[in-house]
């Protein structure tokens, strides 16, 4: 039985990840999570008390971070600011979250030569054109459009640093959009779910040309816990699920899915310096690890995750009205 140490376990992929390892391993899991507004208690409820142990707290606070390292085995890395529109209305949060908090749990794996895995996204990479016939691959250099996706791109140049000069034993995976459970409704899927249920509009950013590559968030656990056991030290590993869908087929989608008319959504106020496209080559990970997801229809698995909103109201009900009333206050 190993002891994990999970940071941001209490928000949308950390949480799934938790509960995907309590059911497919034996392991022990502590959660570190500050609980920010993205953080949510909820999205842990029920889980077997002598295999799961909860700590509020900021993963830049050193002394904090070296006590739980201390009794760690390994420690999986999701917490952070994660939203593109937040860093663009606030962007101090994104770095000291993403950048110090990251430095210090390097520096924590460093003392206590403890195992990392730090998670990622595909947003490091910039954005492709719609016709681009290549992928993002391991090779692709980075490119970072956003507050949000430059403080990525810096904490994952910070653990490959630390792994060369210090010999951190890390890896790194760069993840494309996720979907699933426990999502918060500022994404662009939990949104637009919660807006049809409350009888509002979806709203679509611009034209909706721009292109998602989305994965079932159990598929991104299932590759981490790959990564974790099978992973070589130093490389860093995409995940993707072949999953590319434009903004326009995935609200049409979910109107069709809702028994909504196609067209009843509303075109808002573009994102700025909006990425066009990601796509996710994932050769590495299936070939050289032997991953594959397991969510191949992706009708199916938004169906699951609008039906789970539908009864899951009073997880998503308290924050719905301040995300709406902020996204109002920027014509989106
Ligand atoms: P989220 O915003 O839902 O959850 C983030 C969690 O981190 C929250 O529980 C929050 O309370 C916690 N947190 C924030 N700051 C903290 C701090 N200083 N100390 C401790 N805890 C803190 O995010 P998510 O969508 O679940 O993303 C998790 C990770 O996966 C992030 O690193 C993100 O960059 C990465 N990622 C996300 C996606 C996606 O589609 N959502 C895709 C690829 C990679
Ligand atoms: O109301 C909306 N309407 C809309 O058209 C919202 C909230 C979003 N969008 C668009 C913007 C994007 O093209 O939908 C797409 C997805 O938006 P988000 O859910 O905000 O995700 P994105 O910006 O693509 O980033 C996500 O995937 C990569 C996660 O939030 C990041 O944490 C992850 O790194």
Same mark, same amino acid.
């Given at each position: ?9 209490a ?17 022990h ?26 700590i ?24 952070a600011?994660s939203h ?8 101090r ?18 003392k206590h ?15 492709l ?38 010999g ?14 426990y999502?918060?409704?500022e ?9 049809v249920?409350?009888g509002?509009r979806?709203? &679509?950013?611009?034209? !909706? @040309? ?5 994965i %079932?968030?159990? =598929?991104?656990?299932?590759a981490? #816990?790959t ?10 590993y ?11 087929e995935?609200?049409?989608?979910? &109107?069709?899915?809702? !028994? @909504? ?5 509303? %075109?808002?106020? =573009?994102?700025?310096g909006h990425? #066009? ?5 994932s050769?590495?990970?299936r ?10 229809d ?20 308290p924050?719905? =009205? ?11």
């Amino acid at each position: 039985m190993r002891r994990l140490l999970v940071t941001g376990g209490a928000g949308f992929i950390g949480s799934n990840f938790v509960h995907h390892v309590l059911e497919h391993t034996d392991d022990h899991v502590t959660v570190l999570d500050k609980l920010t507004y993205a953080g949510n208690l909820a999205s842990l409820d029920g889980l077997p008390s002598d295999r799961f142990a909860f700590i509020q707290g900021d993963i830049a606070d050193a002394g904090l971070v070296d006590e739980l390292f201390s009794r760690a085995d390994a420690v999986i890395h999701y917490a952070a600011e994660s939203h593109n529109d937040n860093s663009l209305h606030d962007p101090r949060p994104f770095l000291d979250t993403n950048i110090i908090g990251t430095y210090t749990l390097l520096e924590a794996a460093r003392k206590h030569g403890t195992r990392l895995h730090h998670i990622s996204t595909d947003e490091v990479y910039g954005d492709l054109e719609l016709d681009d016939p290549t992928r993002f691959s391991e090779s692709t250099p980075y490119n970072p459009s956003s507050p949000y996706s430059s403080t990525k791109a810096g904490s994952d140049l910070l653990v490959r640093a630390w792994v060369r000069s210090f010999g951190v034993r890390a890896t790194i995976s760069n993840c494309s959009n996720n979907y699933g459970p426990y999502q918060h409704v500022e994404k662009f899927i939990p949104r637009q779910i919660t807006n049809v249920i409350r009888g509002i509009r979806p709203k &679509l950013y611009g034209a !909706g @040309e721009n292109v998602r590559d989305w994965i %079932h968030a159990d =598929d991104h656990s299932s590759a981490v #816990l790959t990564i974790l056991d099978k992973g070589e030290i130093g490389e860093t590993y995409l995940i993707g699920a072949d999953g590319e869908k434009n903004n326009k087929e995935v609200v049409e989608l979910i &109107l069709a899915l809702m !028994g @909504e008319a196609k067209d009843a959504y509303d %075109h808002v106020t =573009d994102r700025a310096g909006h990425d #066009l496209r990601y796509a996710i080559d994932s050769t590495k990970l299936r070939s050289e690890l032997g991953w594959k997801p397991s969510y191949g229809d992706f009708e199916a698995g938004l169906a699951a995750t609008i039906q789970w909103y539908r009864d899951n109201e009073q997880w998503w009900a308290p924050a719905k =009205d301040g995300v709406e009333a902020f996204y109002a206050s920027k014509g989106q």
